[in-house]
């Protein structure tokens, strides 16, 4: 059983076994190397087609409908080898040498090189041998890069898997030839479209010629199409010469498209996958700390490389068909993507509902610590900084809070995820003579019971020790529970007259505290405040900055205040 | 040497088969398969190759002229005929290679017996 490929020769419909037809291109093209120099080439090459129609018309009988490759070789034998045919142009012997080397250019520049799997050279699919042939580098450097981008989130299976996809296996000797066919590089671009231009010069010029003698028909005689590699021998006309254009432009594009594709594609794979101890995976604790059960997390991720890296994939796929001017039938690629991107979309949209509603309901649980000698008048706040919190990786940690949710934060170690947020301070006059500390904890949930329950289940321990309040570092939340808004507010209300001293562990504690300068929370710490009716009043504060146009009118009118009360 | 001499042979075989392609055509119009028929049987060409070229550069040179006719057993047909100038043309060249057979005769008989001469020497 054979494989036979259709032609058209000189307007006759032949078909031929695919063996036969790849001696009769090769024929073909050695005679027009043959008489490249010479002035009526396509002519003659076209009276020689026309011989050879009539000859294999003559073989072909009733009893056989196919040429084989026997019929070829009588063709061959009967028009004569290249070199049997007397060629009588002069300069042939005069300059051999340039000769030889036109010749050589010109196999090459007929012989164009597509993008083939080899499959006869493969490990996988044979798609590192076949880029290898295209681009003539080493099979070995193109596995290597393979290998490389596998580390990068698994990028290189992803990408592997696609072009296995795009790209069609040299199956056929033509395709195996055309695999490793002329390279492809910026000079041959631009001679592909110089020759163009050329071939269409020659071809009005013969055409206005011969017009006269054949009229229309004269067309026929040049279509002279292999259903295989139609570019080869096409009819040249001036959409060929746009044609051309275009595929420099298109060619760019693709490039482009499949360059941006597998940057958007690493970006994508990293950010989900890779858990390094900088960069992104802070915000990721962050996202996952937001679902509820490991499983919505999942879905959560599903969604997100479905949404996104579906369009990515679809940018590199089609880049490629263009840069290496793929012809596939991919209606089902094209579906399948939309289902996929579709499929994620509402996934997400699950996700996100999903996620909301773990949001929908309120709740706050008020509890006033228990002060021990309410009426004391000098008091003093630290904070008790966890000794596992103080490694150096910590304290990276520590100081990153800001960089999203202040008063959130987490802690990935190996065995578990730790959770934890930030109490805030505020201090406050007090209406009554005696100190009051009050303690608010908030969170959400999808009902109030649950929202109560996630309250009620924030740890965050204030101790007392004579006049020292000392505050933990962080609250934390119970392991099993998402992020739901859960919050410490720590309410420290002080009776105008008394004195606090704020440690400089509350740094990251305060927050936002009224005070008569209007300073900065990190120039609170470490100094004694007197409280009065408007708030805190700096008692040494000997070298602090006090904000200028803040400080004048607010001490005047305190000390108008002041004088008042006089 | 060697090539030389082929290209000697080449520039002699073309002018002879450009020749023979005239008069061939000068009984009367015909297309490649039969010239090549006549000029095979001759032994003047051994592969139908060499023709086309032949009959595209006298057609170009303005020698020959040619009409298409449909083909029963296959693709239309180039018929080629002499034009005037060709008809001029090859009148010229029959003199001309009259007189040469002539000269070569004369030349090479003298020559051959010169040779045999001096090979007995």
Redesign the interface.
Known sequence: MNKTVTIN????VFHIEEDAYQRLYNYLES?RRK?QN???RD??LA??E??I??IL??KKGPNREVVIMKDIDEVI??????E?????EEKE?SSNENDDRAQQEYAQRRNRRRLFRDIDDKVIGGVCSGIGHYFDVDTIWIRLGFAALFFIGGTGVLFYLLLMIIIPRAETTAEKLEMRGEPVDVNNISRTIKEEFEEFGNRMKDFGKEAK??GK?QKE?YKYEYRYNRRTYPRRGPDDFFRGIFHVIGRFFGFLMVFIGISFLIGILTSTFSVTSFGPDAVIFQIRSLFETPWSYSLGIVAFLLVFGIPTLMMIYYGFKILFRLQRADRWVGISALVLWIAGIILGIISVMDIAEGFSEGAEHRNKFNVVNAGMDTVSVRVNIDPDMENDDYRSKWNRRYHFEKRWHMIHTDETTIKFGYAQLDIVPATGDSIELIVYKNAMGRTHEEAKRRCDDIEYNITQSGNEFVFPSAFTIGKEYAWKGQEVDVELRLPVGTVIYLDPTTEDLIYDIENVYDVLDDDMVDRRWRMTKTGLECIDCAGLEIPKSATTSEVKSDTAKSDSAK | MSINIENTKAQMRKGVLEFCILSILKEGDAYPTEIIERMKSAQLVVVEGTLYPLLTRLKNMGLLNYRWEESTSGPPRKYYRLTETGEQFLTELQNTWDQLVASVNEVTTKNNTTQNSNGHE
């Open positions: 020769i000189s307007g006759i005679l008489f010479e002035e009526g002519e003659i009276d020689i026309s011989r129609a009539e018309t003559q034998e009967m028009m004569g080898q290249p049997d045919i007397s060629d009588a012997t003698d054949w028909s005689k």
